[in-house]
């Protein structure tokens, strides 16, 4: 994992079942964060590579994220681009739990 040189408080964990998914912004970034049903914590950029959509305005399913504009899928684990139209894939950033806190790293 990256050792981000900054890390962000953007959620409690209580406030994010497993299965949700929420947008933040931290460092002048759009960022979606995951928490899946296996507990593991996720988050990426939450712009669409393909035109404007944030990705959690659309639907999370298993570990991938549906984009509500154009049906483009992303793996929020590793923010691969799943499927047309999706040319790019999109920036990864760490999550990390600090016990009560969901924190997200962001690059210096
Ligand atoms: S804007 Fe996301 S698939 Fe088109």
């Excluded at 964060?33 to 712009?47: G, P, R």
């Excluded at 509500?68 to 047309?84: E, I, N, Q, S, Y």
């Amino acid at each position: 994992m990256v050792d981000a040189a900054k890390w962000v408080r953007v959620a409690a964990v209580k406030q994010v079942g497993k299965g949700d998914m929420f947008a933040a912004e931290a460092g002048g970034k759009k960022i979606g964060v995951f928490h899946l049903e296996d507990d593991s914590w996720h988050a990426i950029e939450n712009v669409c590579t393909h035109a404007y959509a944030l990705l959690t305005d659309g639907w999370l399913d298993g570990d991938s994220v549906e984009c509500p504009l154009h049906a483009g899928r992303f793996d929020v684990r590793t923010g691969k681009g799943l499927c047309a139209p999706i040319d790019e894939d999109v920036a990864t950033f760490p999550v990390r739990i600090e016990g009560t806190d969901v924190l997200v790293g962001l690059p210096g």
